[in-house]
Every structure is written in structure tokens, then in C-alpha cells.
């Protein structure tokens, strides 16, 4: 059995969670996972957790005391403040699935849905876009909402609040129901326990929050409007990006599960708080999540994590939860959130720039990229003038101030541009121009001084320009202007994390990928645009930049499928957007990977870039149950007895491991990974046809991965009234030796008009042995 095998089903046990401890009398809070709710009844179901609790504590006054969360609304668990020989003691427990430390995660931080394709223009869109996810509840798991924002205002079209919605919104810190929530924002909780646990009391002058579930870090609001904000005219920031804001599903209802906080103006959300805020919107009945938070690996077992238990029981229930795949690229291996009854979504670029005019002694001029409001002028000066060998960073520094001139830094193996804007920052300057590889340069909103990206050879040239003057040249930064159109886009952006996964590499992660470049979306007025005390600025929309931004772009398309389709399981939205993507650019090229200049892998954009108007229409998909997600889990080494226990009892679905294969090759995944092929395998698919028509025929052609031939079997499918769902067969043989290399390909099936894509992920690993024929059906 694989090495990751076993780190899955030792997930189950506390072996990996206690390596977070070092003494046995210090408490830390712990997440202890029962599986399904066997009760059926929140009051009955707090009682037992309570019962379970007293068997380590001396009375049970002490396990009351202990407990933080007593989850007992959408499955069974509770957190509570444990030592290490109680964890343990609760860990052995017949009863306990699994027992963790409650981590901490991090959040992975207008013109994007026009993109997409999904235009406001009547004589443009297609019939079913009018719906615009009519009565789709989207839960957006982040740092709260600010209520007051054009983007959660009810629009007179708005029905009232559907009969199905159990949820509410809680009174808070300047957070008032009655006021704050209508129609279109109408759900509201805030989970503070996990968090005052671990960093002590919400430090409310420091440090500024709301004891609600009202937003400081403009976080929450900037997500929840990318995904369902009401449409807004004229917004902007500055000036820039000009046009008119909304969600992908912008007639879609807003509920807002608060699990992060400001600490030292970072997002951070404990583990315990958002698997509290899961049993709640499981609860409240949403019908999509948006969660754009995550750990960087080594990533925990599936049943050892809050977002991986949480979103499991969401795909019981029907309910789609979309995660963003991370900040940690361009080396691969490093992608979050990869469970595959999840959506994991890359960041990629939209088609709109930001030119900004660099002007030298009115005789040179240059653009670079930026987000700048206000024109700059002063000296242009040197880095090496001001820090030691020239190296931008706070240790170099060489105590001389930069007043009233802007800096030309270069970028070195392990110096960003944020470590160059503290130190500019700190010497005074009055802007930075930096020089970096031509993968990278990205506009951004100035976080701590005015910045322009140029790249390398720009800032060559002006550097020359800078040597051979006489003294130093007055330098001219206008403010940026907007261009649309005139890129090529997409792009894979170089921070986006990249596959394959680590603990389950034979599932392809990320998904999709959707615009997370400097996204235009409301933002808190009393929290300023750079979140720096010294930003006097208040803006009503602001940009963002991260996967943070591209997850509630997928979560405002699987929200307007939703409303469509509402028969559809997460499954069949995820296949709809999977293979509908598209893998080209504007310019009909490869769709390049950020950091690198060559073109993108599924690795680095999964199926490929998001295409909302195909999704609805895909023709044909790839459905999956509960009972196909068994097959997943007894084959990395879950148990039957563990798995019955996590699974809601139903008399259709099997939970018996009686059919485990060596790989999850098999498992009806919209792609294919094969990462160890050492001989032919044949593994299987199943489609379903979903297109308008009572009948369709659709042909099979394949693009073999490199040393990889593909067989098909059979090549058409022919679907009718009384037929709607096939099956076909791939055989893959290597035909070549290799070792540690990944080939890509791809499967089409189509019928003419829908061309439904899947992309293949093949490792050949063989050893030159003779090969045999293996099956994985």
C-alpha cells in the first residue's frame, strides 16, 4: 500500500495530531470527530458529547468548563480544551473517529464576470443567465460582511427569503438584524471561541475588530460580492477600473459565517471556529460555500481537518463547497484543500491592465504596472545608494533617508516586492520602481509605499539612463490608466499553487482556474484600501489579488448552475465546469504558467480556465454519489467500521470495502490521473447525458500524453429517452521506459456542439519488466 495510504488512515488515530503537543499537563484545543449525528436531535446530541467528554475529566462540571463548540446540528463532534493524555484517551474510544489539534489557517488573499462571458448586455446573454442564481443561498465562510455595501442591497425584484432557509442573523457589535439583514443578505453568525483559545481576548483597540459579524479586514466583503453581490453601477476605485460591479450570481441570497480574525492585520481562522460554522450552514440549509482559506503542506488527513470533515458532510447533504488551491506557487506539490468532494480552484489573469507612465527628465518615458491614483514626482535614485549592494530589504537599510525620491530596486532570488516596499518604506522614499523577471510583474494596490513593476530589461534601461546622468533625474509616475482587451489572458499567476496533490495524487487538484489578478469588489469604507494605519484613504471598492479572489468567482458559477440545474449533485456542477473549461488564450495559444514562460500544465489550471455559459449546457457529465466516495476512502485505508460512521445511513449505500483497488484510477472523476504506471490499465467512466435534446450521439477522440497510448472503448455513445447514462472504457499502455515524469493528454467526447473535456495526468513508471494487463474496474 502507497506511503500516502497510510497517512490517511493513521488520520484516524491521534498519531499525527500529537506531534503538535510537548507536554502532557499543557491544554490546547482539540477537535474530537464522532461522524454522523446519531441522534438526530442538537440537545440529546450536546448531552452525549458531554458524557463522552467526562470519561477524561474528574467530574462532569469540568468537561462543561472544558468544551468550546459542541457540534450537533449537521454531524457529531465536539472541540474542547484537552491535554495530551485525555486527547489520547478519547482517541482510543470505539466510538471517537478520529482526535486533532485545532489548527490554525490563513486567508488566501467587476470587469473578471465580463471575462467570463457572463455580460449584463441583453442582446448578448442567453435565456437561462437571466435567472442569475434566483434563490440560491451562497455561504461565505471569511471575515464577515460590511452590510451597509451597495453590493447587499436588496433589489425590488427580490422575492421573499425562501421557506427552506432555516439560518439567522445574530446580533452583534454594530451589527443589528433588523437594519443590517433583508432579502439579500440574509444570514449572519460569527464564531470567536477557537480564536480567543488560542490568541487570548479579541484586542479591540490594537488591533481593530468587530465582535460581530460585521468585517474589518474587508475580506469577507470583497469575496461574498465577487460571488453573489448585487449589481452596482459606476464603481471603481480612484477612478480606476471603472464599470459596474456584481456577483456571478447576483439575484443569489448572501449568508455570512465569520471564522477569521485581524490578527496584526492578517486573516487567521482556527479550526474549531469554521468547522462550527460548517455544522451551522449545513444546518441553515445553504446551498453553495465559498471558503478561500487553507493550510500550506504537509496537509493533514482527510478526517483530521475542519474543512475536509465539514465539506464532506456538505456533499451529503447536496451542498457544492468551493475552496481556493493557495498561495504557495510556482513550485509544484504545494496546493490545499484536495479532497475530491470538493472544488479546488487555481488564480489566473483577465484581459485588463494597468499601464502606468514612468517619465525621466521629460525625455524618457517607460510603462510598468500599477494601481496608482495620484501622480508622483521626485528624484529618482539608486538602491545601492541606500541599501547595502543594492538589495531592497529592512537588514540592508544603511540608515540614510529617501525623502522625496523613488527608488529603483532590482529583484534577487528570495527579495519580493513587498520585502523592497517595507524597506523603501522605512527609509522614507516616495515610491519604488521594481525591476523583476517578466513572469511576475503584476499590478497591485500600493500595500505600504506607490510601486511600478517593470521587468528586468525595463529596468535595465532605466538604470543605464540613471548612470550615465549627470545628477540625479527628476522622475514623473502618472496615475494608471485602464486597458481592456489588449492582453492575453488567461494566464496562470505565478503565486497560484500547483498540483499534484500530496495525499492523494492519483485525484487531479486544482479543478479549475478563474480570474484572481486585481479583482474589483466592494470593500468596508472605514478600513483603508492597504489596511495600513497610515492610510487615511476610504474606498467603497478596492482590488484584490490571490486564489482568495478566483474561489468566489467558481462559487457565483456553481451558484448560478445551482439555480438552473437545482437536481444536480456537487458533482455534476463540479463535472459541468470541468469539462467545459477552455485551455486556450485570447489569442487562441496555450494558456501560459505564471513564473515560468512555458505553457500550463493541469497541474498548474486543472481542466482548465472556468467558462460559465458552456457549464450550464455541457452536454454530458460525470455524476457522482456517496457510495462512489466509499470506494475513495476503503481504498486509502479506511475501515469499514470507520467509514459507517461517516457516512449518513441510507439502505442504497454500500459501506462495505469489498471491491478495493490499488488506485482510485477508477473513481468517476471528471480527469484522469494515473500517477504510477508501470503496465496497461483499464479503468472506467460513466456519463450521463443532460443536453435539451430527447436523443444525441457523441464520438470519443483522444490526445495521448507523450510515451502513452490511449484506447477508447467504445468510441460512440449514442444516448435516447430511455438511455441517459453510458459507460465507455480507457486502456492505458505506456510505451516507453521512465521514471519521475509527468505526460499530459486529454479525452473529448462530442457530439458537435458540446465538446466535453477531460484532461489525462499519466506518470509511467515502469522498470522495463514485461508488462501485464491490469484493470482497475
Request: charged share 15%; net charge neutral; proline share 6%.
Amino acid at each position: 500500500m502507497a506511503t500516502y495510504h497510510l497517512q490517511s488512515f493513521w488520520g484516524l488515530s491521534l498519531v499525527i495530531s500529537l506531534s503538535f503537543v510537548h507536554t502532557t499537563s499543557t491544554s490546547r484545543v482539540y477537535i474530537v470527530y464522532l461522524g454522523t449525528n446519531q441522534f438526530h436531535d442538537p440537545i440529546l446530541t450536546s448531552k452525549f458529547h458531554i458524557q463522552v467528554l467526562s470519561d477524561v475529566f474528574s467530574s462532569e462540571e469540568d468537561a462543561k468548563q472544558s468544551i468550546l463548540y459542541s457540534y450537533s446540528n449537521s454531524f457529531s463532534g465536539f472541540s474542547a480544551k484537552l491535554n495530551s493524555s485525555q486527547a489520547t484517551t478519547l482517541a482510543r474510544m470505539d466510538k471517537v473517529v478520529s482526535v486533532f489539534r485545532s489548527k490554525t489557517l490563513k486567508l488566501h488573499t467587476t470587469r473578471s464576470w465580463d471575462f467570463l462571458g457572463l455580460t449584463l448586455d441583453e442582446t448578448r446573454v442567453i435565456p437561462v443567465q437571466f435567472t442569475y442564481g434566483h434563490d440560491v443561498v451562497v455561504g461565505i465562510f471569511d471575515t464577515g460582511i460590511w452590510p451597509e455595501s451597495e453590493s447587499f442591497q436588496e433589489k425590488p425584484v427580490m422575492e421573499a427569503i425562501p421557506s427552506s432557509w432555516k439560518g439567522v442573523c445574530v446580533e452583534g457589535e454594530e451589527f443589528e438584524p433588523a437594519i443590517v439583514c433583508n432579502r439579500k443578505l440574509i444570514g449572519a453568525r460569527y464564531y470567536l471561541k477557537g480564536f480567543e483559545e488560542e490568541y487570548g481576548p479579541l484586542n479591540m483597540s490594537g488591533n481593530p475588530e468587530y465582535r460581530s459579524a460585521r468585517d474589518f479586514l474587508g475580506h469577507g466583503t470583497h469575496t461574498a460580492s465577487t460571488a453573489a453581490g448585487s449589481i452596482v453601477n459606476g464603481a471603481s476605485f480612484f477612478g480606476i477600473g471603472q464599470g459596474t460591479a456584481r456577483g456571478g450570481a447576483p439575484r443569489a441570497r448572501v449568508a455570512v459565517y465569520k471564522i477569521c480574525w485581524g490578527l496584526n492585520l492578517v486573516g487567521t481562522c482556527t479550526e474549531a471556529d469554521i468547522l462550527a460554522a460548517f455544522d451551522d450552514a449545513l444546518h441553515d440549509r445553504v446551498h453553495v460555500i465559498s471558503a478561500s482559506f487553507g493550510a500550506t503542506p504537509p496537509l493533514s488527513p482527510f478526517f483530521a481537518s475542519s474543512a475536509d470533515i465539514g465539506s464532506f458532510h456538505a456533499m451529503q447533504l447536496g451542498i457544492t463547497v468551493v475552496f481556493s488551491a493557495g498561495n504557495d506557487g510556482p513550485e509544484p506539490s504545494l496546493v490545499q484543500n484536495v479532497a475530491p468532494w470538493s472544488l479546488c480552484v487555481a488564480a489566473s489573469t483577465i484581459d485588463r491592465s494597468f499601464p502606468t507612465e514612468i517619465v525621466l527628465n521629460s525625455n524618457f518615458s517607460m510603462m510598468g504596472q500599477s494601481i496608482i491614483s495620484k501622480e508622483i514626482k521626485g528624484k529618482l535614485v539608486n538602491a545601492v545608494s541606500y541599501f547595502v549592494d543594492g538589495v531592497c530589504s529592512l537588514g540592508n537599510w544603511k540608515q540614510r533617508l529617501a525623502t522625496g525620491r523613488v527608488v529603483l530596486c532590482f529583484y534577487t532570488p528570495g527579495l519580493v516586492y513587498e520585502i523592497a516596499q517595507a524597506a523603501v518604506k522605512r527609509a522614507n522614499g516616495s515610491g519604488l520602481i521594481f525591476a523583476e523577471p517578466f513572469t511576475k510583474p503584476i499590478a497591485d494596490v500600493d500595500d505600504n509605499i506607490p510601486t511600478v513593476h517593470v521587468d528586468i530589461s525595463q529596468g535595465t534601461m532605466i538604470g543605464n539612463y540613471l548612470a550615465e546622468s549627470r545628477k540625479l533625474p527628476v522622475i514623473r509616475i502618472s496615475p494608471s490608466k485602464t486597458i481592456i482587451g489588449k492582453s492575453p489572458a488567461p494566464a496562470i499567476v505565478y503565486f497560484s499553487s500547483r498540483g499534484p496533490s500530496t495525499i492523494s495524487p492519483d485525484i487531479l487538484k486544482p479543478d479549475i482556474t478563474a480570474p484572481g489578478i486585481n479583482i474589483l469588489a466592494a470593500w468596508p469604507p472605514q478600513t483603508p484600501p492597504t489596511l495600513q494605519p497610515s492610510d487615511d484613504r476610504s474606498v467603497r471598492w478596492n482590488f484584490q489579488s490571490g486564489t482568495s479572489m478566483s474561489c468566489p468567482h467558481v462559487s457565483g458559477v456553481a451558484a448560478l448552475l445551482k439555480s438552473v440545474h437545482p437536481e444536480w449533485s456537487p458533482a455534476a456542477i463540479r463535472s459541468a465546469i470541468m469539462t467545459t473549461a477552455y485551455t486556450r488564450d485570447t489569442t487562441d495559444d496555450t494558456i501560459l504558467a505564471g513564473g515560468s514562460t512555458a505553457g500550463s500544465t493541469p497541474f498548474e489550471m486543472g481542466a482548465g480556465h472556468i467558462n460559465p455559459l458552456k457549464a450550464i449546457d455541457p452536454g454530458l457529465i460525470y455524476d457522482m454519489k456517496t457510495s462512489d466516495y466509499i470506494l475513495f476512502l476503503c481504498n486509502i485505508g479506511y475501515t469499514e467500521q470507520q467509514i459507517k460512521r461517516i457516512v449518513l445511513p441510507c439502505p442504497a449505500v454500500d459501506t462495505s470495502c469489498r471491491n478495493v483497488h490499488e488506485t482510485n484510477a477508477n473513481l468517476n472523476y471528471p480527469s484522469i490521473t494515473i500517477p504510477n504506471l508501470q503496465s496497461p490499465i483499464t479503468i472506467k467512466r460513466t456519463v450521463k447525458f443532460v443536453g435539451w435534446r430527447r436523443t444525441a450521439v457523441y464520438f470519443a477522440v483522444a490526445k495521448e500524453p507523450d510515451g502513452v497510448e490511449v484506447v477508447i472503448w467504445p468510441r460512440v455513445l449514442i444516448f435516447s429517452h430511455s438511455k441517459r447514462e453510458m459507460s465507455y472504457y480507457i486502456t492505458l499502455k505506456p510505451l516507453k521506459k521512465s521514471e519521475g515524469r509527468y505526460d499530459f493528454g486529454e479525452i473529448v467526447w462530442s457530439d458537435g456542439f458540446h465538446f466535453v473535456r477531460s484532461p489525462i495526468v499519466v506518470l509511467v513508471n515502469n522498470s522495463g519488466d514485461d508488462f501485464t494487463v491490469r484493470s482497475a474496474i
